[in-house]
Structure formats: C-alpha cells, structure tokens
C-alpha cells in the first residue's frame, strides 16, 4: 500500500505543479487514467475519469476564486475507488467531499504565498532579479508538496478506514449514493449550461437534444424492418449512446462554422474601420502641411 500511496501522490504532485506553474488545470478526465495506471487499472480508471469529469464540468478555477478542488476530489475519489474495488458511486461520492475539503489546503496555502509579496517587491525595487526568480521556483515546488503528502497519508494509512466505513453502512445508503452518482452529473452539466447559456446559441441545445431523441427512436423503429429484410434475427436496438459521436462531429462543424463566420466579420469592422480612420489622417496631414 506505501509504494501504491506514493504513486498516487506522485500523480497528485504533477498535477498540482503544472496547475501552479503554467496555469493548467488538468481536468479528471486526464486524471483518472492517470491513477489508474500507476495503479495497474488503466481501463477502470478510464471509466472513473469519464464519470468524475462529468462532476466536475461545471468547476472553474478562476483566479482565487476555488468553489471545488476538482483535481483532488478526482485523484483521491478514483484512487479510492479503485483500491477498493468499488464502482464509479463510490468514487463520485467520495470525490465531491474531498473536492470541498481540500480548498482549505489552497487557502492556507495563499496566506503564506501573499506574506511573500513584500520580498518579490524587494527583488524588483533592487533589480536582483536572480533572487526573485529563484523564489518563484522555490514556491512553484513547495506548492503541490502539501497535496502530495495528504494524498500519500490518505492512500497509505485511511483506506483501510474508509473500507471498514463503506462495509458498515446499510443497504439503503448505499443505494443512495447510487443515486446521488447519477444526480451529481446533471448537476456538473447545469453549473456549466448557467455559464453558457446565452440567447444567441440556446436553440442548439434544444436541436441537439431533438436530434438525439428523435434520431434514436427512428433508428429502433427502422433497424427491425431493414433486419428483417437481410434475413437477420431480429433489431438489437439503438441506444442514445449511438449518437455520442455524431452530435460531436456536427457540433464541432458548426463551432468551426461560426469561428470563421466570426474572423471574417472582424476583419471586415477593422477594414471599415481603417477606410474611415485614413480621411480624418489625410485631412490633419494636410493641415498641418
């Protein structure tokens, strides 16, 4: 379990680091293979990170402003999840929490880092610019290591709890958690719909969604028939699964759309713009000739 809770917090370093030192938040969908291959369960961590990016779609990192540490609910929640062999409801249900709690981390974190404003300052006024590089690396290492050994702590020495815990709640909590991990998705997708939402492109959601549930429901109308034709035994069915990658392919041909539509515009304001500028130019160069 040591050298599996320092994998972890290996994977945990790395993400906070580049988090901190280029501003990229690595999302759990990138996070949830990666534990799951230092665990040696790339194809469930896989899984996990798709469901836990679900969760956490509407999370932004803006600034100081941290609603939820998507990052650690994910490594933790999968890490978790995975080293008790428990199904993606654990690892949601768990993440969220973790998510919440390590923002205190963040926050003590941002006390010591606003103390060292006055000798940046320093630095500069001095112009010793080799000492103010030297501790702005010095804090891009310091910053994940609190990360890195909760989550070292946590896998080495609180699994073991957190398994007595799960075995010792009843049926009916279980079954909540269930619940809670198919809730808990809708609720990512409305956090990130009430930053998108705008009047402009509302209708391609309601198109797309038209898409899907009609598009399903006349594939399982027309498979039977054109199996029946071919001799077959019978229509497998035809799932809103199906449809993932073609509503894919179709919204991103209409986002390629509209950003070409949106640099021609902008080229023709500019170019108007510039055609009325050069008369105003034309008649100070005069005057003043």
């Known amino acids: 379990m040591i050298v599996q809770a320092l994998l972890v917090a290996c994977v945990m370093y790395f993400a906070k680091f580049f988090d901190w030192i280029g501003q990229i938040g690595i999302r759990p969908l990138i996070l949830g293979p990666l534990v799951g291959l230092v665990l040696g369960h790339p194809v469930e961590g896989v899984l996990l990170g798709a469901s836990l ?36 409801s654990v690892a949601i249900t768990l993440a969220v929490p973790i998510s ?7 926050q003590a974190e941002t006390i010591v880092w606003t103390a060292l404003v006055p000798m940046y300052d320093k630095f500069l006024e001095e112009h010793d610019f080799k000492k103010y590089s030297m501790l702005h690396y010095l804090t891009c290492f310091i910053h994940p290591l609190p990360y890195a050994l909760v989550t070292f702590l946590a896998i080495a020495f609180g699994t073991g709890s957190i398994q007595t815990f799960i075995n010792g709640l009843p049926e009916w909590v279980m079954h909540g958690f269930s619940i809670a991990s198919g809730l808990l998705p809708a609720l990512g997708f409305g956090m990130l719909l009430k930053m998108l939402w705008d009047k402009s492109v509302v209708c391609f959601f309601f198109i797309g969604f038209f898409a899907v549930k009609y598009m399903t429901s006349f594939m399982n109308t027309l498979l039977p028939a054109i199996q029946s034709v071919k001799g077959g035994e019978g229509a497998t069915g035809f799932s809103a699964t199906s449809m993932t990658m073609p509503m894919a392919i179709l919204s991103a041909c209409i986002a390629v759309f509209y950003f070409f539509e949106d640099s021609a515009r902008n080229k023709q304001a500019q170019s108007r713009q510039v055609v009325q500028n050069e008369p105003a130019k034309s008649e100070k160069e005069d005057f003043f000739s």
């Open 53 to 88: 990016e679900l969760v956490f779609i509407g999370a932004i990192m803006i600034g100081g402003s941290v609603p939820q540490d998507y990052m650690s609910g994910a490594i933790l929640g999968a890490a978790f999840s995975i080293l008790l062999n428990e199904d993606a």
């Open 100 to 106: 919440l709690a390590a923002t205190l981390i963040f």
